[in-house]
């Protein structure tokens, strides 16, 4: 089941969304926000899979509330205004309903939004073998034993791969892909840097080497590599 925010500033339009989730049996409506600092601070205490999301809002538009999400839910845009339909794709949105839509019309984006979430799967506390993550206008999967080390890019992450000299670039935090991946396998070595345990070569005083590869140790990280090189070591 996916749970769903609605952040409209039209209390006819959030009671319409509201009803419609109530139709579809694989949704749960977990909260109704009507603007985006509202729905910033429930998204705080309680995360959601599906955000419906209006564009035209007082003080903060949808957009730039979604652009300033570092991991953001699957999103379906509900808005008045064909115009910002290029730029809601760029960001990666699941479909885009324009108003007036009729239930069948929105049922078809839910459907779609589901299909994505399962595809996406569920992190459990060993992680996933692999999983899914945006690129552009399109799902790529990620194998977890392919990945050589991921590197932070403020609101974005590149999956290198051992498979691929071209990393993978997707709009994603280090702490969502850092929970998404088994403790186990990987180590943080600094701020901007995950990297997979078993593809270390060499450790130097402030760098550890995958082959000719350098990735920097912050000083905040020195004990995970400690961690790694003694693990009967506390942390």
């Not at 009507?34 to 564009?55: G, M, S, T, Y």
């Not at 760029?90 to 779609?112: G, I, Q, S, T």
């Not at 999956?159 to 670039?169: C, G, M």
Request: glycine share 4%.
């Amino acid at each position: 089941m996916m749970s769903c925010l609605v952040v409209d500033d039209e209390r006819l339009v959030r009671e319409l969304l509201e009803d419609n989730i109530r139709q579809i049996p694989y949704l749960r409506l977990a909260g109704s926000c009507k603007n985006a600092l509202e729905a910033a601070e429930l998204l705080q205490r309680q995360p959601v899979d599906l955000l419906f999301l209006d564009i035209r809002m007082p003080r903060l538009t949808g957009l730039q509330f979604l652009q300033s999400l570092q991991d953001p839910p699957l999103v379906i845009l509900v808005t008045a205004y064909e115009q910002y339909a290029l730029e809601g794709f760029n960001l990666n949105v699941v479909d885009y309903l324009l108003k007036p839509f009729a239930f069948e019309r929105f049922l078809k984006a839910c459907n779609r939004a589901y299909d994505l979430f399962k595809l996406k799967g569920t992190p459990d506390s060993g992680g996933v073998e692999e999983f899914f993550v945006h690129v552009e206008y399109t799902l790529v999967k990620i194998v977890v034993s392919d990945i050589a080390f991921v590197e932070g890019l403020k609101d974005y992450i590149r999956i290198h791969l051992v498979s691929s000299p071209k990393p993978v670039l997707t709009r994603m935090s280090m702490k969502a892909i850092e929970e998404k991946l088994p403790a186990a396998a990987f180590v943080r070595t600094h701020k901007s840097y995950l990297v997979a345990a078993r593809r270390i070569t060499a450790i130097k005083r402030d760098f550890i080497c995958l082959g000719p590869i350098d990735i920097p140790i912050g000083e905040a990280y020195k004990r995970n590599i400690d961690q790694l090189v003694n693990p009967g070591s506390s942390r």
